[in-house]
């Protein structure tokens, strides 16, 4: 009996595994950036940009398909004419979340994910340095005084304000912010890698740069087109589901060689919770103004003819859920990170 519950266990962590590596596009079975990463055993995440989605739209573009332009080519010269040339059409999705969440509310968020993420890291096998021990490493006030300003210019775009209006971005206690997919000088420069093999010979841990986007809602959306010389019709079934997902994501690792790769580490698509939360998902469109009365200025506030989705949970529910989600996606990503370092 015995035998078979440790077979068991070994058949589920090689099942997870499978499933962490087919997340990534860069790390894990296959991963090019797998060498950033290759023999690391201790970890640590200076910085962890987090974009929080309170707007959000979901758009689907279908085109006619070849046959039915073949076809309505066909017809059109039979007739002695031309056809106007491949058609198209979209459908659109708005969803506003309201939840009552405030800035405070978010920065706890981060704080929590910081947290969730270290933790899985660390029950994957590695160590983690903690980022409210950081100090404890002289070579790391470098890097401090390298990224301070420009992580206060960053956090400082996050007001009160900003809630609704797309997202907030929020940063958690201690981290920093180094690098994104548009920073010009991705690769750090030779001043950059001195400073970067400096700090990795005193804490001997790999640094992880994270940027996330979390979003409240999954939209399903799925658009039919009938295309014919007297016109396209185009129709849209739309599910908008109460289950948060990580929309967006890049990742970076700066190991013993020090530097950044010169492009990052990426999902290889959403990463969706599995758990839905409690939630009332409707259209209310004089409900969808006064929200976004709340949310932009006069000049910025969109219109509502296109009959957004209000999404109202309470802020609890929006909380456990972000948490859900983020346990989810950081335990993939923990086992991401042991087929990476074994590589």
Do not use: C, W
């Amino acid at each position: 009996m015995k035998k078979l519950s440790t077979t068991l266990a070994a058949l589920a962590m090689t099942a997870g595994t499978i499933f962490g590596q087919e997340i990534f596009t860069g790390i894990g079975a296959k991963g090019t950036y797998n060498k950033a990463i290759k023999g690391s055993q201790a970890f640590y995440v200076p910085q962890f940009q987090i974009g929080f989605e309170t707007y959000s739209e979901t758009v689907q573009v279908v085109q006619e398909g070849k046959l039915s332009k073949l076809q309505n080519n066909f017809e059109a010269h039979s007739k002695g004419g031309q056809y106007a040339g491949q058609q198209s059409g979209s459908a659109k999705v708005t969803t506003i979340l309201n939840a009552e969440m405030e800035l405070q509310d978010f920065q706890e968020l981060a704080n929590d994910f910081q947290a969730i993420l270290d933790r899985e890291i660390e029950k994957a096998g590695f160590k983690v340095i903690k980022m409210s021990d950081i100090d404890k490493y002289p070579s790391f006030e470098k890097v401090k005084e390298k990224y301070s300003s420009k992580t206060d210019r960053k956090a400082g775009k996050s007001s009160a304000d900003d809630i609704g209006t797309g997202m907030v971005k929020v940063y958690p206690q201690n981290t920093l912010f180094m690098f994104d997919e548009k920073s010009a000088l991705t690769g750090g420069g030779p001043a950059f890698y001195t400073m970067m093999k400096k700090v990795h010979a005193e804490t001997n841990a790999t640094m992880i740069l994270q940027n996330i986007h979390v979003d409240f809602t999954t939209v399903e959306l799925n658009v039919d087109l009938s295309a014919g010389r007297k016109g396209k019709t185009t129709t849209a079934e739309m599910k908008v589901l109460p289950k948060m997902r990580v929309s967006y994501n890049t990742i970076d690792f700066i190991g013993p060689k020090g530097g950044p790769n010169p492009a990052p580490v990426r999902m290889n698509d959403e990463y969706v919770s599995n758990k839905t939360y409690n939630a009332n998902i409707y259209s209310d469109k004089a409900k969808a103004e006064s929200l976004f009365s709340k949310m932009f200025s006069l000049k910025g506030k969109p219109d509502v003819n296109f009959d957004p989705r209000i999404v109202e949970l309470s802020k609890e529910d929006f909380k456990a859920a972000a948490r859900d989600l983020f346990t989810q996606y950081s335990q993939e990503f923990a086992k991401t990170l042991v087929v990476g370092a074994k590589r």
